[in-house]
DNA sequence: ACCTCCTGTACGCTGTGCGTACTACTTGTA
DNA sequence: TACAAGTAGTACGCACAGCGTACAGGAGGT
């Protein structure tokens, strides 16, 4: 069902797109030759593109170099605004971090990567810059491995396919290994990972649950391996994530099958 | 100069976005029907540009109901990614909103209003959502009256234009006195605004420049009538603003002059 | 049994958006 | 100075992408 022929995908959309995510750390401000190398499109065609994004307000031109505006910020805020999840677990996530003084993030799973949906970081922990809207490898980070470890067998499936590049010398790559891990993760309800995406960093994930039943989101707890141990980790954090985790989720249920509404003063006399 | 007539501009990247855009606090999980009647396409239409975000990774289906995925929070990444200002400027918020106990914002200027591209917050200050990639409106906040000022006097016009709606009873609605408060940010150097956005709201802005001397972004400190005054935060916020606002004008002249590196080794096995 | 909502599909026509080919400009180099 | 190599912008005609109309098939609801 809903299957959709190749002749049901607009090509025009997919190119609008590919251009507007040619502006990378690689390309910041690229000319319009740059943009249709990078992208294999015609220069004209390129051209129209970056003229309909600049209508739309995502790119701006500043002679011949062309860049983002901040507006495509403002994309993501359609996520926000249609999905309870990010607003309800706010108020937790700084709970969280204030019960274990580190950096609370809450995160879904986008195929097969994991993306940031909120977060409060407590200080600057990493050279990493992990912010709302960030991806993560999934098979190398305690959120990932609870995403998938309750995903349908599908998406277990498509990560291994993708490969488990090694990002530390500690990474699991073996597929064995990653099954067994998530195994683990399903039978004791939570993930720890130690220095599997970059060294020292350890980090534990629990997982929150729609009224269905399906994981929807992994709530996460990350520190540095010089702060503390995984002992400390298991003995006094994963409780307050288990049950911060539990809260989230009673709220997330109270909102879905209540009334949708959030907060409905605060965009009256806003936006 | 690359006006772009309207005949070098593509119309199904519009309709492909007002789709995406389509989802919203009204229409969270919206029928394909739901969106035709929104974005006034025809079904079929709306139907081909549905499966195109969905082979994209943007939307899902399920059922007859379609929802935004997190991927859509990765669009922003981009951004972060192009432009140094926003993780330049984030120890610099955490500086300001340690040494003043309050929120600390970096927000820039987007056609005429106003995104937050990078921010701190202390606490959950209020009901409104400020978070990355939020819009706030430019004549009735600190940020907005220091970005305005000193943009071209074209954009004063434009948002002039745009109206300017009392959102409080206190809020600066007659065009004559907006250009006043205006001339009075360029004159002191900073901008206060009590009260017009939200009632009880408070706080200041001071612009960040470019090594050229545009004004690119403001830097906003912000708190509640409740719990300062507008005397404390003249005689002891303003002047760390000024400070750490300069601070980060600095920071920015060495990244955006100097080579365009950002951690280099950050990158490297993370994605 | 009806009616009304929905989605999915077929199909032929229109005109959008494509690329090729060319012009015009700027910058660096011989 | 003149050429080469880069850039952006423009024109134009053709092809086919993508459009909407029209219809079929389900799922509730009354």
Excluded: C
């Excluded at 994981?215 to 003995?235: I, N």
């Amino acid at each position: 069902m809903a299957e959709g022929s190749e002749r049901d995908v607009i090509a025009s959309i997919e190119r609008g797109f590919a251009v507007l995510l040619a502006f990378d750390a690689d390309l910041p401000a690229p000319s319009l030759a740059e943009v249709a190398t990078k992208t294999g499109l015609s220069r004209p065609a390129v051209r129209r593109i970056l003229l309909t994004l600049q209508k739309l307000g995502y790119v701006n031109a500043s002679g011949s170099r062309w860049s983002l505006t901040p507006r495509v910020l403002t994309i993501g805020q359609h996520y926000a605004a249609s999905h309870a999840i990010s607003e309800v677990a706010q108020p937790h996530l700084l709970r969280l971090a204030e019960l274990t003084h580190e950096s609370a993030s809450l995160s879904q799973l986008d195929g097969t990567g994991v993306v940031y949906v909120a977060r409060v970081h407590v200080r600057r922990v990493m050279s990493l810059n992990v912010d709302i809207g960030s991806r993560v490898p999934v098979h190398a980070t305690s959120m990932g491995r609870v995403l998938v470890a309750w995903a349908d067998a599908s998406v277990i499936e498509q990560v291994i396919e993708d490969g488990l590049p090694a990002l530390t010398p500690t990474t699991v790559t073996d597929p064995v290994a990653f099954r067994d891990a998530l195994h683990e993760v399903r039978q004791q309800g939570f993930a720890l990972v130690d220095g599997e995406l970059e060294p020292g960093f350890l980090s534990a994930a629990a997982p929150v649950r729609n009224p269905a039943g399906d994981v929807v989101a992994a709530l996460a707890y990350s520190t540095s391996r010089g702060r503390t141990d995984v002992q400390h980790v298991l003995d006094d954090v994963v409780p307050h994530l288990l049950d911060v985790a539990a809260s989230i989720q009673r709220d997330l249920a109270v909102v879905t099958t209540g009334r949708r509404t959030l907060a409905p003063g605060a965009r009256d006399g806003f936006f």
